[in-house]
């Protein structure tokens, strides 16, 4: 039970301090870029624009923050089980499937509170060279930890390593 209390703690603790990081960006991006011009960092290429987004990725789905709420709920259940069912920091082997749950819930969290507090998501990062959607620090974490996430299920874990992960019946074998 230790192991999974301490599975727990560091989860919520490294997740806050992301997300703190997160809210902390935001904020900069609200008193600095709100109602001003770009902040150009490479002209044509990178530029710092307030954006406030009322949908998911790329614009889509406006206006739908419920079901947006939703699936963060959804998100952080999926973590807080993945994070109950693996063993504890000493065994190094699940600490890539850790920092991408850690990631993901904090990514998730962080444009959960705009949602929630604001009723839009506050982006302000810019890659105007190939005119990318405007995103924030949580969808970095976010397209990160995924990204990540498919390398290791792919090439680092073996299937039996995942069966941690797997609904059964108690004294069931897996």
């Known amino acids: 039970m230790k192991n999974k209390a301490g599975n727990l703690l560091s989860w919520v603790a490294s997740s806050a301090v992301l997300i703190g990081i997160d809210q ?12 001003q011009q ?3 960092i490479l002209d044509g290429v990178f530029e710092f624009l307030y954006s406030e987004n009322r949908g998911a990725a790329f614009g889509l789905m406006q206006g739908r923050q419920g079901f947006f709420f939703l699936i963060g709920i959804v998100v952080l259940a999926v973590a807080g089980y993945a994070m109950l069912r693996m063993p504890g920091w000493q065994e190094k082997r699940y ?4 920092l991408c749950v850690i990631m993901i819930t904090a990514g998730a969290v ?13 982006d302000f990062l810019y890659f105007k060279l190939i005119n990318f ?4 620090v949580a969808d970095i974490y976010v397209t990160t930890a995924t990204a990540l996430l498919f ?22 074998a897996h």
Not at 24 to 35: G, M, P
Not at 95 to 98: E, G, I, Q, S, V
Not at 110 to 122: A, H, K, L, T
Request: proline share 3%.
């Open 95 to 98: 600490h890539w499937l850790k």
């Open 133 to 136: 959607p405007i995103f924030n």
């Open 151 to 172: 390398v290791v299920l792919c090439f680092y874990y073996k299937e039996e390593e995942l069966d941690i992960f797997r609904f059964s019946k108690k004294g069931e």
């Open 38 to 40: 770009p902040f150009v």
């Open 110 to 122: 962080g444009n959960m509170i705009d949602r929630v507090s604001q009723g839009y998501v506050v």
């Open 24 to 35: 902390y960006t935001k904020a900069l991006a609200v008193a600095r870029l709100k109602n």
